[in-house]
């Protein structure tokens, strides 16, 4: 393995480099995979490590003593930054909702990937038509999945009923988009989704 600093050549499997140090793997922030040092993307989750850092959503559920504290920067904040910083934050009902595409690997390797981005392309806009209906909120693209939101940023006090309601008509409008796609292309989609719900702090 290539060191990315000094580009000695490290025993397959290593994690620092033996001549200067460096460290040779990384770690994907989103699901905690272990990568080697010139991945651009996660090949588990598909998030991109060139883009920076998202604070992550801090969970509430826990007492109040054992709720986590936001995270300094590496540059100390001053004393009114670090208020405004928490004038901003902001706790929130959120749910969230996962959907991802069954199969996905092997029906690439099906695909011409010109064909495969179509239909990937067909199956997000589908599902984002129905999320955009129940007034959810994409908050990322992760490869094949989507990330959404139903709290935020625009509250609704039945949140939780419109991202199952969402997940439903995702499914049922996969039957649709299949019989499109079968005759096109020759495959038939699967869909997987989940859904959380609890307060969070934003912001």
């Not at 060139?50 to 995270?71: R, W």
């Not at 920067?73 to 901003?88: K, M, W």
């Not at 092997?106 to 990937?120: G, I, K, T």
């Amino acid at each position: 393995m290539k060191c990315p600093k000094c580009q000695f050549e490290n025993r397959e499997g290593a994690k620092f480099c033996k001549k200067c140090g460096a460290k040779l793997n990384l770690i994907c922030p989103r699901c905690s995979t272990l990568l080697t040092p010139d991945s651009l993307f996660c090949d588990e989750c598909g998030y991109n490590l060139s883009q920076p850092k998202e604070a992550p959503l801090k969970d509430m559920s826990g007492p109040p003593d054992a709720m986590p504290t936001a995270a300094r920067s590496d540059t100390q904040a001053t004393a009114p930054e670090a208020e405004a910083h928490r004038i901003d934050a902001e706790r929130r009902q959120l749910t969230v909702m996962f959907c991802d595409l069954v199969g996905s690997t092997h029906l690439s390797a099906r695909l011409d990937p010109e064909d495969f981005r179509e239909v990937v392309c067909s199956y997000q806009k589908t599902a984002a038509d129905v999320v955009k209906n129940f007034e959810g909120h994409i908050e990322q693209y992760l490869g094949d999945g989507l990330l959404v939101y139903f709290g935020y940023p625009k509250a609704h006090e039945d949140d939780a009923h419109r991202a199952v309601h969402a997940a439903l008509g995702i499914v049922e409008a996969m039957g649709a988009l299949n019989t499109r796609l079968e005759s096109e292309h020759g495959v038939e989609l699967a869909v997987r989704l989940g859904i959380h719900t609890g307060p969070v702090v934003v912001g």
